[in-house]
């Protein structure tokens, strides 16, 4: 079955950097394009990035636009989220999600937890 | 950006009750909506996508409707396990957008 593994997550300084991993199987990973969503602690859920199937197109929430970076090793069934110059605001537990054909997001992986704070 | 706009925010309802949720789209999204469960401490799941279908092995009881701007999720009889949160999540702009979320819990 699909199996979405995050990694990565703990705490970091304010303008400090974070690379946060995500492992898939049970499916044919590079025919999928991939996001990032994450919640902040108590609040609900902000979309964050996407990335085409092979890597050829990435978008980002305008919070996270050039701060964060979405990539993928198709190689390696892996998804990361590089996230530089953190703020307070970031912290929030980020799930990987896989992007359906219907543009939805079909299965979600457990969360990491990000904690930006001195 | 588009924004979504669910009501109400929190809701009580009792077991076997009838209940309907509503979001509403800043502008038309066709019937670009899905709808998410999330419980306690776990991840999201998908519950319906393009507005009024249903994903494969979530009871009959859910179904969605709408199209444009105003769409509802409606849970026909509430079972034990349907008290969470719910999200509703427009698709049809590339950068996704989520409702703020219902909660539904036990009158």
């Known amino acids: 079955q699909v199996q979405l593994v995050e990694s990565g997550g703990g705490v970091v300084q304010p303008g400090r950097s974070l690379r946060l991993s995500c492992a898939a199987s049970g499916f044919t990973f590079s025919s999928f394009g991939m996001h990032w969503v994450r919640q902040t602690p108590g609040k609900g859920l902000e979309w964050v990035a996407v990335i085409w199937y092979d890597g050829s197109k990435k978008y980002y929430a305008d919070s996270v636009e050039g701060r964060f970076t979405i990539s993928r090793d198709n190689s390696k069934n892996t998804l990361f989220l590089q996230m530089n110059s953190l703020r307070a605001e970031d912290t929030a537990v980020y799930y990987c999600?896989?992007?359906?054909?219907?543009?939805?997001?079909?299965?979600w992986g457990q969360g990491t937890l990000v904690t930006v704070s001195s | 950006d588009i924004q979504m706009t669910q009501s109400p925010s929190s809701l009580s309802a009792s077991v076997g009750d009838r209940v309907t949720i509503t979001c509403r789209a800043s502008?038309?999204?066709?019937?670009?909506l899905n709808w998410y469960q999330q419980k306690p401490g776990k991840a999201p799941k998908l519950l319906m996508y393009?507005?009024?279908r249903l994903q494969s092995g979530v009871p009959s009881r859910f179904s969605g409707s709408g199209s444009e701007t105003d769409f509802t999720l409606t849970i026909s009889s509430l079972q034990p396990e349907d008290f969470a949160t719910y999200y509703c999540?427009?698709?049809?702009?590339?950068?996704?957008?989520f409702g703020q979320g219902t909660k539904l819990d036990i009158k």
């Open positions: 999600a896989r992007g359906s054909g219907s543009s939805s997001l079909d299965s």
């Open positions: 999540q427009q698709s049809y702009n590339t950068l996704f957008t």
């Open positions: 393009a507005a009024s």
């Open positions: 502008q038309s999204i066709s019937s670009y």
